[in-house]
Every structure is written in C-alpha cells, then in structure tokens.
C-alpha cells in the first residue's frame, strides 16, 4: 500500500453524470476534489438512450440546475429534440425530455470538469476505504496507492460488481466494451452497509443501412421547444426526429420460440419492467 502526499476535502468514486455534479458542486463551493474513475476520456458518458430528462427525471435535471449543476446547461447545448412529456395532464406533471447527441455531451462533460482548478482527475479504480480508529481518512485503489480525504462520495451506478446479460449469456461489465467496478460492494458490505441491485434494459442495435425508414413513423420534438436551464438565454436547437416501429406476427413468434432464452423468463433476473415504456425481453 502507497499513501499519496495529496490530501483532499472530497473524493468522488466514478465520473457519470452524478459524479460530475457531485464534483462540480463541491468545487464551486471551495473544495479541493478528486474525481477517481476508470476512464477519463467516458466522463459524462451516456451509456445507452441518450436521453436527458422524462417523466420525473426532468424535474430533477431543473432542480440540479436550481442548485448550480451543470446537467440542464449541457443537455441545452448539445439536445437534438426537446419535447413536454404529460401535457394531457395538469402542468406540476408536465416533464421536459431531450433526445442528446451523447458524444458533444460527453466532450462538454470532460471540458468542464477539466477546467476547473478544483478538481482533480485520477485514473484507477476505488476497491476499498481506508477507515482508522472508525474515522474515514481516504480511499484504497485497486494499484494499492491509498489517497487521502475528509469525505467520500460513491457514485458508481451501474458499474458496481456490473453484469451484463445478454440471453443467456452473462458478462461482468459496467456497461457494453467497459469494465465493472468489482471490489468495493464488497468492502462496504463487510463495514455492515446494505446493498441492492437495479436492472435496466436496453435495446438492442441496428445498423442505420439496414433501416426500411419508409416504413416508420417519424416522431418530432416541440415546435417552440423549453431549456431544461434557467441560464440558458439563447435556445434554438435542432428539430430531429425519432421513428417509431411496430412488432408483426413474426416478431411475435420469434419471442415465443426465445422466451425462455431471456433473463427475466428463465429466473436469472427478477424485476418489474418498466410501466409505459415495457422493453421487449
């Protein structure tokens, strides 16, 4: 174990969009930061639908803004088709959403956290806390250097002892291509925290070429569309459409004949899907 001279107020374990706000806002308000995670260059990185905001999340994303984060401000300048979600309804649920062009997301994401003279960036994985006479005092990588701290904030998300499956197929992953964080659920388990795991599904990819688009339907966002920040003056983005499709008899047979193949079918994974939006499993 290497013990780094660098004594921090706050260290941030993962650098996703909570990561990124828990920084940012923590070095506005004065302190010194380091932001540990696995991959500098996927800070701010959307790990499918790239999508800010929907039914309740977009009042977050306004709320985080209210509070000084950087959220609404990003989406602002990289949104592709903002649309008011629950219009049918009355106006305290109207939910702004934003379909984002994730890669100008994430390279804003990156510039932002890189130019601020609080916060500093460090490769490596968190595996453990170091605690001394029951007193948080920094947090231990995978390398064995141990970095110094006041406070920790955990903001792993999906990449937390990570799996991925894939019909019956199981990968230890983050997210598609990236490694998981496997070692510190463990450790908090072992200080007597209590753990639990979320499930999401994602859709599955097709090449754009191989897309018959006369045969879809195309969805445009809000002709006078909002900001999700308060700061944002000029607001005038661009109007792409998504595309709907429909499942046939032949889609249908072919999850009959594969139901048992999918996890939540043959017991690998238990969960309720989601209400409006069911994923096709």
Known sequence: VKHKKKHFDIIVVGGGHAGIEAAHISA????????????????????????????????????????????????????????????????????????IDKRLYESLAVAAINSNKNIAIKNGEVVGLSIVSDVLSGVVLRSGDIISCSAIVITCGTFLSGMIHIGKRKIPAGRMGETGSFGITEHLECLGLKTARLKTGTPPRAYRSSIDWGKTVPSFGDPEPSPFSFQTEEFNPPNEPCHTVKTNSEVHNIIINNIDRSPMYSGDISGIGPRYCPSIE
């Not at 950087?70 to 649920?93: E, H, I, P």
Request: charged fraction near 20%; include cysteine; proline fraction near 3%.
């Open 28 to 99: 506005f308000k004065g302190h010194s930061v380091c932001l540990v995670t696995m991959d500098k260059k996927a800070i701010g990185r959307m790990s499918c639908n790239p999508s800010v905001g929907g039914l309740a999340k977009g009042q977050m994303v306004r709320e985080i803004d209210i509070l000084g984060g950087l959220m609404g401000r990003l989406a602002d300048v990289s949104g592709l088709q903002y649309k008011m979600l629950n219009t049918s309804k009355g106006r305290s649920v109207w939910s702004p959403r934003a379909q």
